[in-house]
């Protein structure tokens, strides 16, 4: 009888983890296919789909590269998108949907960044301007916008080191031995309160005015 038991016993756990296996199996793809559905949820009625929100987050960051969570915080913090359900977007979101979208994102040990060919160093996030590694295209913005502002910060930003400056600041005064777009980029634009807001809206901070563009 006890020989009997244990042979029982036996198959019945053999059971129970033929059965535990294929749990874990279908848990596993249906938590990724909660992933790629809520990635892929309709964007209709939307004015901006979660892969543009994710590209502008890049761009406003000088395309650094940022985890699916630091992305989608920001994209919450910034509204840019919003699931038909009302929910803020959530990490799982952003990674598949990167994940769907290869031929415009990469992941790199700094983070997800966009794949592309171009500079974003000065490329336009609305009428936002970034300068990195750039100095040229930073001083020839700066003469051709001599009434505009530049956010002098550090090459991550951060919200302890934002400080707005004119055109033409002492500061700066373009000396060769100096590269000024290395490890400070330039965030410029023609409007003072879209500076303000893109450093609110991307850094979370204010912006320090210099004491010398508006002592």
Known sequence: MIREALVEARAELASLRGREAELERQITEAERALGEEAADESDEGESITLHEAIAEILRSTGNEGMSGRELADAINRRSLYRRRDGMPVEANQVNARVNNYRDMFEKTPAGI???????????????????????????????????????????????????????????????????????????????????????????????????????
């Open 113 to 215: 960044r966009l794949r592309v060919s171009e500079d974003w160093s000065s490329a336009p996030v609305e009428s936002v301007t970034i300068f990195k590694d750039d100095d040229a295209g930073f001083h020839a913005w700066l003469d051709a916008h001599p009434d505009g502002y530049f956010i002098n910060t550090e090459r991550k930003p951060r919200k302890s080191y934002l400080v707005l400056h004119q055109p033409a600041c002492p500061h700066f005064d373009r000396s060769p031995k100096v590269h000024w777009t290395k490890d400070y980029i330039k965030v410029c634009g023609t409007d003072r309160h879209e500076l303000e807001g893109w450093a609110n809206d991307n850094v979370g901070g204010e912006v320090t005015l210099c004491s010398k563009c508006f002592g």
